[in-house]
Each structure stands twice: as structure tokens, then as C-alpha cells.
């Protein structure tokens, strides 16, 4: 009988969290029926108990909010990906005992972008200023060859984007959120704001945009994704961002390239049945 494997989600709310829905399918599509993914509520006060109960049988962890932070202090190596936004979502727990941690936000940002041919662009915009934004100027390091503007909504939050570009190599100019509209110009958008935040941007979108990528998935579509997809212009969302992570994550934990279209359909069906 094969060993066992084990791998979860770790994060706090969790419940609604779909990496154990995109991970075990890709479980099922590789034949992998030792192994199994799961979610554990866990807050920044009890994640290191957890990682010090972890035992031979775990393969690996994902991490949400709040832990990408307070994981790092508990690792013996960071990729440099992670280091560059001081944020781990991805634990792999090797033969020998490390625990390696890495972000694939970063690279899935840009595998979704280029995904819908987007490969390279001149400028970019990004709303709002949170944890979401900072990975997206790392992505936005890769693909934008010229100036990125943030749009933000406080001075503190402004210093913070400037801070990240400086140490990502990125040239960020720096808006009030009251000319968010002016946003909606770049051949480039990514939404990194919570639901609700963009809605009143629908009516300002221009009737050729560029692209947009807003990273939520759950309501889907926002009010400015369909108001943009309805202009023909193409739409990332959050769910792509979610299977392409996710996919890197499947394959640093079991070494098997992972079935993305498998992933992406069990998403799908599993968010259309939260609507329903």
C-alpha cells in the first residue's frame, strides 16, 4: 500500500476557501489516491504549533491571509520570489526534514495574464494598495516596461506602493483613489480591492479598454468585469489567478505537472454552485 501523503490549506476565515476543491481534483486526474488536501482554521497565534505538529506524511501547505507573514520566521529557506514581497504561500516539506517556503501568486499572475496574450505591456495601473498589490507590482516587474500607476486611497498607502516599487525595480507613480476613472485607460488594469470597492468604476470603462484582471473570484463577475467584458475586451479573474497558483503549488508538492484544465473546470463548477 503506498504512504500516505498529506497537504491543506491553512488560513483564518478558511471555510470558504477553494484550494481543496482544485487540489483534489488534480489528486484524482495524476491517480494520486494516497493523497489528500484539506483546510485547517488557523490564526497567527496557533500556526506555530501546527507547523511543529506536522510529521513525515505532509507533502506540503498553502497559505492564506494572515499567515503568508507569520509563516516565514518558521522556515529554513525562501525562494527569492517569496523574499521579494515578504510573503510565503506555499510550504514544501522535503525528504529530509526542510520546510522550503515560495509564492506562486506571483508567477500565476503572470501565467494567467499570458494565458489571455497578454506578454508584455507599457504601462499598467493598479487599484488599491493592499498585500494583492504588492504581488501584483512583482508580476507587473516581469511584463510592464514602463511606469505603473497605483491608486490609493491615503498617503500611508502611497508611501507603501513607492516603497515596493523602489525594491522591485517597478517605477510607480502614485493617484488618489477620487481618479480611479483615469485608471481605466492603461492597456493594463489589475483590481486588487475587496468586493464592492470597483462597482462604482463600471460606468466611467471606455468603449475599447485594454485588459483587466481583478482578482476576486467570489462574487464573480464584479460589476466592472461585466461591464468591461461586455465592451469585448478581455477579462482575467481571480479564478484564474487562484487554478494558476495552485497548479504551481500541486506541482512543487508531488513533482507531476498538474492538470490545469481539470482544476479550472472543477473551480468553475464549484463557485457556479455557490450561487445557486
Request: one cysteine or more; hydrophobic letters at 45%.
Amino acid at each position: 500500500m503506498s504512504v500516505t501523503r498529506r497537504a491543506a490549506v491553512l488560513g483564518s476565515p478558511i471555510a470558504h476557501s477553494l484550494s481543496p476543491v482544485l487540489h483534489r481534483a488534480a489528486y484524482t486526474e495524476l491517480g494520486l489516491d494516497h493523497w489528500s488536501y484539506d483546510r485547517f482554521e488557523v490564526d497567527e497565534a496557533g500556526l506555530p504549533g501546527f507547523v511543529e505538529g506536522l510529521d513525515s506524511t505532509w507533502a506540503g501547505l498553502s497559505l492564506t491571509m494572515p499567515l503568508k507573514r507569520a509563516i516565514m520566521p518558521m522556515l529554513d529557506g525562501i525562494s527569492d520570489t517569496a523574499a521579494s514581497v515578504e510573503a510565503v504561500n506555499t510550504v514544501v516539506l522535503t525528504e529530509d526534514g526542510r520546510r522550503l517556503g515560495d509564492n506562486t501568486d506571483i508567477p500565476g499572475m503572470v501565467a494567467a495574464l499570458r494565458e489571455r496574450g497578454v506578454e508584455k505591456v507599457g504601462t499598467a495601473a493598479v487599484l488599491g494598495a493592499g498585500a494583492t498589490a504588492s504581488s501584483a507590482l512583482a508580476a507587473l516587474a516581469e511584463i510592464c516596461t514602463g511606469p505603473v500607476t497605483v491608486y490609493v486611497r491615503s498617503e500611508a498607502r502611497a508611501d507603501e506602493m513607492r516603497g515596493w516599487g523602489r525594491r522591485l525595480g517597478v517605477d510607480v507613480r502614485v493617484a488618489d483613489w477620487a481618479e480611479a476613472d483615469e485608471a481605466l485607460r492603461a492597456p493594463l488594469v489589475i483590481a486588487t480591492t475587496p468586493a464592492g470597492t470597483t462597482d462604482a468604476l463600471a460606468g466611467a470603462v471606455p468603449s475599447a479598454p485594454g485588459t483587466l484582471f481583478d482578482v476576486l473570484y467570489d462574487p464573480w463577475p464584479t460589476a466592472l468585469a461585466s461591464r468591461w467584458a461586455a465592451t469585448g475586451a478581455g477579462v482575467v479573474g481571480g479564478l484564474d489567478l487562484l487554478v494558476h497558483q495552485a497548479v504551481l503549488q500541486v506541482e512543487q508538492m508531488t513533482g507531476l505537472d498538474a492538470p490545469l484544465a481539470v482544476m479550472r473546470a472543477a473551480g468553475e463548477t464549484a463557485l457556479a454552485a455557490r450561487t445557486h
